[in-house]
């Protein structure tokens, strides 16, 4: 079984420039997860969703970030215009459902920012 | 607020090492704890606790829950050289969103 696919896996750009991360969950898992980890830290939720309803956006900084859920099944994330303090990894994670205890998460997007 | 806590932040010890991993937590609404291993790829899945005193174990691993102390522990005994990682747990409140909480976690190296 597939797990959960992101891309890219490393990704430089300069400050003010857009960038966009795409997640593939694993198939039939209707609850995807974005997350950020700075260096030295856990993850942090950015957003989650049920099928194609983003249910908690509440840590989305709205300003520069967006992301969707077209169909219920890939995400993209993106961030326009990226700051320096954007530089972290970007992990997806789908679940089978919001009950489901276990996440599964993706091998993250590495984002630095110059 | 919601928090987890893990300590220590890092451990250097040396293969055949016991370590104690800790993870406390303050939420409302305690649902479940999760423990997971993040190599330089994507976290997996090591444990979830949901009951108090049950003992979660696969091979070298365990971890138990104490729901009245508000914390838990990664046991990992007769450790190797491969279970150098961050370990990280996060918890699940029940406040009307499955949030995940996760802490700093804690980074493990093992010596040969």
């Known amino acids: 079984e597939a797990g959960v696919v992101q891309s890219p896996r490393y990704k430089i750009i300069e400050k003010k420039q857009p960038v966009a991360f795409w997640c593939n969950p694993i198939s039939g898992h209707n609850t995807l997860y974005w997350y950020r980890q700075n260096l030295g830290q856990g993850p942090e939720l950015l957003i989650r969703?049920?099928?194609?309803?983003?249910?908690?956006d509440s840590q989305l900084p709205k300003d520069r970030f967006s992301a969707e859920r077209l169909k219920g099944v890939d995400s993209t994330l993106k961030i326009q215009p990226a700051e320096l303090g954007d530089s972290a990894v970007y992990l997806c994670?789908?679940?089978?459902?919001?009950?489901?205890?276990?996440?599964?998460f993706g091998e993250g997007s590495r984002l630095t920012v110059l | 607020e919601d928090k987890v806590v893990q300590s220590p932040l890092s451990l250097v010890v040396h293969e055949g090492d016991t370590v104690t991993l800790n993870c406390s937590y303050e939420?409302?609404?305690?649902?479940?704890l999760l423990w997971y291993k993040q190599e330089k790829k994507a976290p997996t899945f090591l444990f979830m606790l949901?009951?108090?005193?049950i003992e979660k174990k696969s091979g070298r691993l365990s971890s138990i829950l104490d729901k009245k102390e508000l914390f838990s522990i990664l046991n990992i005994t007769a450790t190797q050289t491969g279970d150098s990682a961050i370990y990280l747990c996060a918890v699940a409140p029940t406040s009307g969103t499955y949030k995940y909480i996760f802490g700093t976690g804690t980074r493990l190296k093992v010596l040969a």
């Open positions: 949901t009951s108090s005193g």
């Open positions: 969703y049920e099928n194609e309803e983003a249910v908690d």
């Open positions: 939420v409302t609404n305690f649902r479940s």
């Open positions: 994670a789908s679940s089978l459902d919001s009950e489901a205890g276990e996440l599964f």
